[in-house]
Structures are given as C-alpha cells and as structure tokens.
C-alpha cells in the first residue's frame, strides 16, 4: 500500500504557514495577557492578522502564497484546526468538576436559570429577524434556532477561571458559583448543539430522533460520572509513555466511534476528558501528565486553532456591522437582565448581582467552539460566524474588564456578597 504525499515544496509552505500563525497567536496572546486581558481574544486577532481583515486584504497574492499555495493546503490545515479543537474541548472536560454546593445550591439554581434559560426563552422572538442573514445552506430552521439560542447563552470556563485566578478570587463563593454554573451551563448547551449537528448531518427534523440524540448525549455523560466515581476507588499506575499513547488512542478512538452513533467530535473529545480527569483523581503523578498534556496543546495545537479561526474573519466583505451590534447588544442584554431578574429572589446585594450579570457574558473558548462548529456544518454562514466571534470576543474583554475595576473600587467585593443588615 502506496500512500500520497505533499511534495518538498508543499511540506515547507505549510510549515512555514503553521510558524506564521503559531507566531500570530503567541505575539498578540502575550499582548493581550499584559493587558490583562483574555490571552485567547489577542491568539483570534494574530490570525486576522493573516486574514481578509487586514494583510490578505491589502496583499493577496502573497498571503495567497503562504497559506493557499497548493490546492490541499486549506484541508492539511484543517487537521490542525480540528486536532485544536479536539484538545481544547478534552482539557475542558478534563477541568470540569460537577461538584454542587448544597449550602450554595439556591444561589447556583438562581444564576443558571438566570443565566441560561430565561435568555434562550427571550431569544426566540428575535431569531426570524436575523435568520434571514445569517442561515446557511447546509442548516435548517431547527438548527440554525438552536445555534441562535446557545449563542446568547454560553459562557466559558477557561476564561472566567483565568481571569478568577489572575485576580486572586479563585475558591471564593462568587468564583465558585460562577464556574459551578458555567459547567451544567454549558453541558446543557454542548448537548443542544450536538443536536444542532445532527439535525443538519441528517437533513431532516426528527423530533424523536433528535430526543434520542440528546438523551444519548446526556446518557454519555451520566455513564462517564458513573466510570469515575468507581475508578477514582482505585489506583491505575503505568508509564509515561504508556499513559500519553492509550490516552490519545482512546481519545481518537471514541471520537470516531460516536461520530458514527451521531456525536460530533466536540463532545466525543469533552466526554473523554471527564473520564480520564478520574485517573487524576487518584494518582497524583497522573495528574501532572495530563497536565504535560494540556500544556503542549495550549503551547502548539489550541493557538494554532486559535488562528485559523480569526484569518477565516472578514469584517470588510460582505459584513455587517449593524446587525453585529444588535446582536451583541441583545445577547448581552438577555443573558445579564435574566440573571439580575433571577437574583433578586437571593440575598445577594446590588453589586454582586451586577457582577454576576456581567461575569456570565463572558463567553470565551465555548463560544468560538459553538461558532466554528455551526460554521463547519453549514448551519451559519461566515457573517455570523464571525459576528459569534467578535461577540465572543467583546464580551470576555467586558467582563475581565468589569471585574478588575469592582476589585480596585472595594478589594473585599467578591467576599461580601450579601446585604447588610437594613439594606434592601
């Protein structure tokens, strides 16, 4: 057996394409860390770098060059694309603890209702106004109203906990209850979304099979809860080595045997991250590899996902940036107005309510996973892929932004969170 190759000249295009956006990310994510802000909004705008928003847009033929230089580029650095992707979502579900407070669980309650359903509910007037502009070919009036839907509503972990840990906030009641929240958050929405996809894969609205679709998915993910809690028992041991190569087979593995049960690679690869965070749980050493992990996918595949997503962005054609500002302005406005309307039943004060409003629009990491997955099935077209992602954008800038100005106001904030005796 006889497999195809790039030729010398196609391999060294490439590399130098992979350099170009690796460097991108890196420059403009240090960037934005020391501008204490989210790393992975300046990593998006070191890919634009390269896009029609600016470089290719004044020099076509030489990015042409560099990143379309062959006629399979664009698919050899899909792989790249999706092997980001792959890794961002398995390290978000390797961090992700469903773990409820009792003693906060009114105040969790509160905030995901707020948060999450109150804003979809909201939502559902508004879609028939931008479904018009936004729906693409390969998606239907379903899944282009469910990706609307989550859009509005998601919010991301990485970025709220780095932000959280960049403050020095991090194992208070606030920041526990923010990425309490945004874990049942946004695995309702990851199951939402995996029905999106298959509804648009199929090409046909199933009402039953998209129940079934969703409570196999919600299944998964009861039964992966079930096999960690009985392998957090006991203790596994095995190489290095050995741990890295099985990690990776069984991460690839179920990827492609679920994508043929109807769930995409996304949750596949999110699933597989909460399972193996069990071995984690019981060997420290373990932990420290998955760790070794996460680094080399943040260092090389996530930034280089990071990238592709932000040259594909094109804010000069074929864009608009009216229907981008009613859309950013709705999707915040729902998602902070249902959560302050919801947290007036706790006992939470004015500004911690307030903050709370704010700190769930940031929607990071998931919402750029939303976009690029809706836009890879043809559910939305590229404006509103890209509106998705300045929304994404804009809104962790907001919150990272907020939080750090209540820290300079009054450094106890994120400690006193409830009214004062006498205070309405």
């Known amino acids: 057996m006889k497999l195809e190759t790039l030729n010398e000249m196609e391999i060294i295009r490439t590399l130098i394409a992979l350099a170009l956006l690796l460097l991108g990310a890196y420059l403009f994510g240090k960037l934005f860390e020391k501008m204490k802000a989210p790393k992975v909004v300046g990593e998006i705008i070191?890919?634009?770098?390269?896009?029609?928003?600016?470089?290719?847009?004044?020099?076509?033929?030489?990015?042409?060059?560099?990143?379309?230089?062959?006629?399979?580029?664009g698919k050899v650095l899909n792989i790249f694309y999706q092997l980001g992707l792959i890794f961002l979502m398995f390290s978000s579900g390797f961090n992700t603890k469903l773990e409820l407070d009792r003693k906060n669980g009114k105040a969790i309650m509160l905030v995901?209702?707020?948060?999450?359903?109150?804003?979809?509910?909201?939502?559902?007037?508004?879609?028939?106004?931008?479904?018009?502009?936004?729906?693409?070919?390969?998606?239907?009036?379903?899944?282009?109203f469910l990706v609307f839907l989550i859009g509005v509503a998601i919010t991301s972990i990485p970025v709220i906990s780095k932000i959280f840990f960049d403050m020095g906030i991090m194992n208070t009641k606030f920041s526990n209850t923010v990425l309490t929240v945004s874990t049942f958050q946004d695995l309702c929405l990851w199951i939402l979304l995996n029905a999106a996809t298959r509804i648009a894969s199929t090409g046909q609205v199933k009402w039953?099979?998209?129940?079934?679709?969703?409570?196999?998915?919600?299944?998964?993910?009861?039964?992966?809860?079930?096999?960690?809690?009985?392998?957090?028992?006991?203790?596994?041991?095995?190489?290095?080595?050995?741990?890295?190569?099985?990690?990776?087979?069984?991460?690839?593995?179920?990827?492609?045997?679920?994508?043929?049960?109807?769930?995409?690679?996304?949750?596949?690869?999110?699933l597989v991250g909460y399972i193996i965070?069990?071995?984690?749980?019981?060997?420290?050493?373990?932990d420290k590899r998955i760790q070794t992990i996460s680094d080399f996918s943040f260092s090389f595949f996530i930034p280089i996902y990071f990238a592709l997503?932000?040259?594909?962005?094109?804010?000069?054609?074929?864009?608009?940036?009216?229907?981008?500002?009613?859309?950013?302005?709705?999707?915040?406005?729902?998602?902070?107005?249902?959560?302050?309307?919801?947290?007036?039943?706790?006992?939470?004060?004015?500004?911690?309510?307030?903050?709370?409003?704010?700190?769930?629009?940031?929607?990071?990491?998931?919402?750029?996973?939303?976009?690029?997955?809706?836009?890879?099935?043809?559910?939305?077209?590229?404006?509103?892929?890209?509106?998705?992602?300045?929304?994404?954008?804009?809104?962790?800038?907001i919150a990272g932004y907020w939080l750090r100005m209540q820290q300079i106001k009054d450094s106890d904030i994120f400690m006193n969170l409830t009214k004062k005796k006498g205070e309405e």
């Open 46 to 73: 070191g890919g634009m770098l390269f896009g029609g928003s600016c470089l290719y847009h004044f020099f076509p033929a030489a990015i042409e060059q560099i990143f379309m230089a062959y006629s399979s580029e």
């Open 112 to 144: 995901f209702v707020g948060a999450t359903i109150l804003p979809m509910l909201a939502a559902i007037p508004f879609v028939n106004l931008f479904q018009p502009y936004y729906m693409e070919t390969g998606g239907n009036e379903v899944s282009f």
């Open 208 to 270: 039953t099979d998209m129940l079934l679709v969703v409570l196999f998915t919600l299944g998964m993910f009861v039964i992966a809860k079930l096999i960690t809690e009985k392998i957090n028992k006991r203790t596994i041991r095995m190489k290095s080595t050995d741990f890295f190569t099985i990690s990776f087979v069984f991460l690839l593995a179920t990827a492609g045997l679920l994508y043929i049960l109807g769930i995409n690679i996304m949750y596949s690869a999110f």
């Open 277 to 286: 965070k069990s071995f984690s749980g019981a060997d420290e050493e373990t």
């Open 309 to 397: 997503v932000g040259i594909q962005l094109n804010v000069i054609h074929n864009f608009s940036w009216l229907r981008f500002v009613l859309f950013f302005i709705l999707a915040f406005s729902l998602e902070a107005i249902g959560t302050v309307i919801m947290l007036l039943f706790s006992d939470f004060n004015k500004r911690t309510i307030a903050n709370f409003a704010v700190t769930m629009n940031a929607r990071g990491g998931p919402g750029i996973v939303l976009a690029t997955v809706a836009y890879s099935y043809q559910i939305i077209n590229l404006e509103f892929f890209t509106v998705l992602i300045l929304t994404t954008m804009l809104s962790s800038l």
